[in-house]
């Protein structure tokens, strides 16, 4: 089915462990996003990338990094994962001004760092 | 600081009446504001979204209001139906940037049949 794959589904990770959260879009797409859910806190923007090539800080972009690996694809990392990390990690995509219409969002990654 | 705000953390309806979930922002500079509904352990899924030039617009059972001098919006779902059921959050954008959304906290809505 076409649309936005997020893979793992599910992480438990040790404080100070590392991990890459993987993002995949098949609609040729040329924005996407990583967004992390907290309770009470709504979605927060971490980093986006506008095209190919280019990526750029959001509102919450601190213990993340982030690659554009083509056009299909945008990954997330924790370099050293911290309990604030523990959240839900949504992926988002959209085309050349489309996001007025919406973005496409993945199912999510539950992430739980101990 | 917290730009986009719902301040209704839950909304609990009955079947066949009206919804109304609110939302207030502080920035000026937001042009555009957008809906999503979101269901237990799936992604947000786009509702509707409405720019400034305009102060109402619908689709199906759901309209959005905006008030630009009030800095608040509203989705109005009539007539409510269980599987309405979801987490609805409203987002704003100031048009540039990509497209990047702010996002409000979110309101549980419960339709009861």
């Known amino acids: 089915n076409a649309g936005v794959t997020q893979t793992p589904k599910f992480q438990v990770l040790k404080t100070g462990q590392s991990m890459t959260l993987q993002c995949a879009q098949d609609?040729?797409?040329?924005?996407m996003y990583w967004y992390r859910q907290d309770p009470g806190m709504g979605l927060r923007l971490i980093y986006y990338?506008?095209?190919?090539?280019?990526?750029d800080k959001g509102e919450v972009p601190n213990g993340y990094n982030v690659s554009r690996l083509n056009k299909r694809e945008f990954s997330l990392r924790l370099e050293s994962a911290a309990p604030s990390q523990t959240s839900v990690y949504f992926c988002?995509?959209?085309?050349?001004?489309?996001?007025?219409?919406?973005?496409?969002f993945g199912s999510g990654t539950r992430l739980t760092v101990v | 600081d917290q730009q986009v705000k719902q301040n209704s953390p839950s909304l609990s309806v009955q079947e066949g009446r009206i919804s109304i979930l609110n939302c207030d922002y502080t920035?000026?500079?937001?042009?555009?504001f957008l809906w999503y509904k979101k269901y237990p352990a799936e992604g947000p899924t786009f509702l509707i979204s409405?720019?400034?030039?305009?102060d109402k617009n619908e689709d199906g059972r759901f309209t959005v209001f905006l008030n630009k001098s009030a800095k608040h919006l509203s989705l109005h779902i009539v007539p409510s139906q269980p599987g309405d059921s979801a987490v609805y959050f409203c987002?704003?954008?100031?048009?540039?940037?990509?497209?990047?959304?702010?996002f409000g906290q979110g309101t549980i809505l419960t339709v009861h049949p």
């Open positions: 409405i720019s400034s030039i305009k």
């Open positions: 988002a995509s959209s085309g050349v001004g489309e996001w007025f219409y919406g973005y496409t």
């Open positions: 609609m040729n797409h040329n924005s």
């Open positions: 920035n000026s500079m937001f042009d555009y």
């Open positions: 987002a704003a954008s100031d048009g540039t940037s990509y497209g990047k959304l702010t």
């Open positions: 990338s506008a095209s190919e090539g280019t990526t």
